[in-house]
């Protein structure tokens, strides 16, 4: 039996978490339009994979610049 893989949604503070980030910074992220967001009521959600996305968008790869 295939287990559930856990929320694909995750609240601003869970998303902070996931990223090492303050709250603040996160949603001074999503202000600047620099990650996008969920809106389904009136908290902010975050896609764990636009998370992923944005891990990747902003790691350094050294000498690839």
């Known amino acids: 039996m295939a287990r559930h893989p856990g929320p694909r949604l ?3 503070r869970e998303a902070a978490w996931y990223l090492g980030i303050s709250p603040r910074t996160l949603r001074e ?3 600047k339009e620099s990650l996008p967001v969920v809106r389904m009521t009136r ?3 975050f896609d764990l994979r636009d998370l ?3 891990i ?3 790691t350094d790869r050294l000498g690839t610049r």
Do not use: P
């Open 10 to 12: 995750l609240t601003l």
């Open 29 to 31: 992220l999503t202000w």
């Open 43 to 45: 908290k902010l959600h």
């Open 52 to 54: 992923d996305r944005f």
């Open 56 to 58: 990747e968008a902003s």
